[in-house]
């Protein structure tokens, strides 16, 4: 057996291995045996690179840093689901799915299972690349800390579709999170809430070596392939754990809603047995036709919905109630309460939402209120113990100046909230403002973060975002917590972001509700600022999914004359005010009849960025080396067979710093 030969061997031995311990539960050799086949596979890797494959089991132990996760758009979009919390609403969903489709209809049930949602693309039985949910649209690439998850497969089994995304649930057993705070604990480091964030979080950690070492599992829940080869989820589900995922066995079939509601019954009371945390079950309609048949609403697929559980409630002491100012002006009330614990959370504080919401509960300082986790994530009052209440307490007297600049507060007829109306001298909505344009939906600024948005404009340097693009070294080399490095460093970041498009740079103005969506939305259509400031109520209400109030919002802000001339600043520093719908839009012709590799991590730019730059700078972006090559643009952890084919082919290799003065 040569080497090639013996390494793809091992690896087949490993990944059965793999296989039969996780999700059969039936190992075939001892832990001891299995970790000296493995060290025998790295040893020989190390020895021999160019057998080097992504998919390797020796990847499970991880090691590799990621400074930053990568967007990544799925194929398919990841909805959420319509929630329900009755029998009634069960049926209602029935009834309405009915008038679609004809003919008995089956559901699956499934257990909702608490943690994060990961999209897994295979093509030819090989894990290529996962992404977390994000948006639903698009997430970041977490595939280097995915394949250090053993119930993850890396390489399938059996007779699987060749290319499809596999949805599942990033979870970490409740013992395992014991587990793993009572070593942290030991450590003097601060134990972790709850097993969802905790899941969550572990996601995004630079370092896999560290996420290798989490109880991370993966439990698959559904299917996007392109032949259409299954019929029913039923049928996914069954199959799903022969290719090698990992399949909860607490799935039915059921033919009637009433079935439906006993798994649901069963499982609300029994979930405490079970090893990870659920928050409900979810209910598909079986049939793929029938699913295909019913489609979507703009929000959730109609042939699924979730049954929530009853949250956790807590009953506490409201002590005090304090104000916060949003970058709108919007006037928020905050319940400081006596903490308490409250579905594995320390609860101290919760939103009051408005005015309206403090009058209709009849709030009264020193009361005792019960707590719901909105969602189980937010915490909320939803009743009071009035057997408890103070004699004599009074009712709770809304304030009616801003607590930041003492100006008077108004509340607009139809809406809930009160606004601090002094937006261009309320310091609070200033930084508000210029810490949601520096966001990373938004310009998304190097070496900016809230504390020193906050810290230059207190200091006087900058009042609104436009003034950032005037900042110099020399402005803010001298203040608390920056040094030569730091400014320069922020300076640049500055200065990078001109480059971010148009719809980002539209949602990043803070436009009253104008989200990511809809920036989009009007970016696309109105293809430039001018266009769109010129745009009336009539006009602006024509296009898909703007509605009457966004409309009058967008019409409000560009009629404010003191946004105008920021935006007319932003023009004059280089932002990007119209969409780039072709290579006729060129920022220049500086990388013109150029082809480039990308490898590695960069530290300014993310690689998508980059790319973007090189073709908005008349350059090609190729994914493999040849002699056509012009150069290759390298960051850290660059591919050591690149490395090796560029140096044979002579082809020159330059830095991410390189490459910004050759185009700037």
Known sequence: ????????????????????????????????????????????????????????????VGGGITKEFQTSAHKSPMYSLDNSYSIDELKDWENRIRKFVDGPIQYTCELKFDGASINLSYDTGKLIKAVTRGDGV????????????????????????EKFEARGEIVIPIEGLKKLNKERIANDEEPFKNTRNTASG?????????????????????????????????????????????????YILCNTIDEVYDFVKKWEEDRAVLPYDIDGIVIKVNS????????YTSKFPRWAIAYKFKPDQAITQLLSVSYQVGRTGAITPVANLKPVNLAGTIVKRASLHNSDFIEKMDLRIKDYVYL??????????????????????????????????????????????????NKNYCSTQIIGRIQH????????????????????????????YSDLYKIK???????????????????????NSTIIPFERVLYALGIRYVGSTVAKTLARHYKSIDRLILSDLEELESVDEIGEKIAASVVEFFNDHENIEIINS???????????????NLLSEKLADKSIVVSGVFEKYSRDEIKKLIELNGGKVSSSISKNTSFILAGSNMGPSKKEKAEDLGINIISEEDFINLIY
Not at 16 to 33: A, G, M
Not at 288 to 295: A, E, R, S
Not at 479 to 487: G, N, P, V
Not at 570 to 584: H, P, T
Request: glycine fraction near 6%.
């Open 1 to 60: 057996m040569n080497i090639s030969e013996k390494i793809f061997s091992l690896r087949k031995k490993l990944h059965d291995h793999n296989y039969r311990y996780y999700i059969l539960d039936d190992p075939l050799i001892s832990d001891y045996k299995y970790d000296l086949m493995l060290k025998e596979l790295q040893d020989l890797e190390s020895k021999y690179p160019e057998f080097y494959d992504s998919n390797s089991p020796t990847l499970r």
């Open 138 to 161: 698009q997430g970041d690439d977490v595939t280097v800390n995915i394949k250090t998850i053993p119930t993850v497969p890396l390489v399938l089994k059996g007779d699987y579709p």
């Open 202 to 250: 572990s996601l995004k950690l630079q370092d896999s070596n560290i996420v290798s070492k989490r109880p991370l599992e993966c439990l698959f829940y559904s299917i996007k392939e392109e032949g259409n080869i299954m019929n029913s989820q039923f049928d996914v589900l069954n199959s799903a754990r022969k290719w090698g995922f990992n399949v909860s066995n607490n």
């Open 288 to 295: 793929f036709d029938q699913q295909n048949k019913l489609g």
């Open 372 to 421: 719901e986790k909105g969602g189980d994530i937010i915490p909320k009052i939803v009743e009071i113990d009035r057997d408890k209440r103070l004699h004599g307490s009074n009712k709770l007297e809304y304030i009616s100046e801003c607590p930041e600049c003492d100006a008077d507060l108004i509340k607009n007829p139809g809406e809930a909230n009160h606004y601090c109306p």
């Open 437 to 464: 344009f520096i966001s990373r939906k938004a310009m998304d600024i190097d070496g900016l973060g809230s504390e020193t948005v906050a810290l230059l404009v207190n200091s006087g340097i900058i009042n609104n």
């Open 473 to 495: 070294v020399e402005d803010i080399i001298n203040l608390e917590r920056m040094a030569e490095k730091s400014s320069k460093n922020l300076v640049d970041g500055i200065k």
């Open 570 to 584: 932003l023009k004059s520093y280089g932002l990007q005010f119209e969409m780039v719908e072709s290579e006729n």
